[in-house]
T-cell receptor, first 114, second 111 residues
Framework: SQTIHQWPATLVQPVGSPLSLECTVE??????LYWYRQAAGRGLQLLFY??????ISSEVPQNLSASRPQDRQFILSSKKLLLSDSGFYLC?????????????FGPGTRLTVL | QKEVEQNSGPLSVPEGAIASLNCTYS??????FFWYRQYSGKSPELIMF????GDKEDGRFTAQLNKASQYVSLLIRDSQPSDSATYLC???????????FGRGTSLIVHP
């Protein structure tokens, strides 16, 4: 079976500090990978997605970046955090199941920027 | 721009009742439809998906799709307090792997 891991689970960082969130998927190969952010009381915002190693597409211009150094590893980074970066960060992977591409979410990282 | 609309709620139903959650979408090219459940402070978990018109049943959950009217719904039979959560609707267009999510409907099942 497939599992997806994210760490850390929670993080409190000062404004201007760097960020690195990691996501790994087990039990599948060549998954599509996604980073979402969910701000308090708001919907899911797609930040980045990747269809393969080194292939990153950005949905929203901001001070965040993503990398995929290995097939099942997806990293979200920032050089300098802003207050507005606070939120619940979700990694997801997808695969073809039947006729459709189904997304499965990791447990998430709750980031608070102070 | 593709849009997915859900009533934010909260929808409050008594225990044992049927909860009906609705979702409308704007893209007529949409082909796959998903329902996720998200407990407070947790990540979304997939309940079920549907891509053919009509009903699809899985335990106490039934997804209903009407492509002509561009809506999809989720029925929860015999609602339990443990069903209290936010339910997210997601829609995927043909040829795409980026779903559009609604903002979710908050469901409260009271004893």
């Amino acid at each position: 079976s497939q599992t997806i891991h994210q760490w850390p689970a929670t993080l409190v960082q000062p404004v201007g500090s760097p960020l690195s969130l990691e996501c790994t998927v087990e039990g599948t190969s060549n998954p599509n990978l996604y980073w979402y952010r969910q701000a308090a009381g708001r919907g899911l915002q797609l930040l980045f997605y990747s269809v393969g190693i080194g292939q990153i597409s950005s949905e929203v211009p901001q001070n965040l970046s993503a990398s995929r150094p290995q097939d099942r590893q997806f990293i979200l980074s920032s050089k300098k955090l802003l207050l507005s970066d606070s939120g619940f960060y979700l990694c997801a992977w997808s695969r073809i199941a039947g006729r459709t591409d189904t997304q499965y979410f990791g447990p998430g990282t709750r980031l608070t920027v102070l | 721009q593709k849009e997915v609309e859900q009533n934010s709620g909260p929808l409050s139903v008594p225990e044992g009742a049927i909860a009906s959650l609705n979702c409308t979408y704007s893209d007529r090219g949409s082909q796959s439809f998903f329902w996720y459940r998200q407990y407070s402070g947790k990540s979304p978990e997939l309940i079920m998906f549907i891509y053919s018109n009509g009903d699809k049943e899985d335990g106490r959950f039934t997804a209903q799709l009407n492509k002509a009217s561009q809506y999809v719904s989720l029925l929860i039979r015999d609602s339990q307090p443990s069903d209290s959560a936010t339910y997210l609707c997601a829609v995927l267009s043909g040829g795409s792997y980026i779903p559009t999510f609604g903002r979710g409907t908050s469901l409260i099942v009271h004893p």
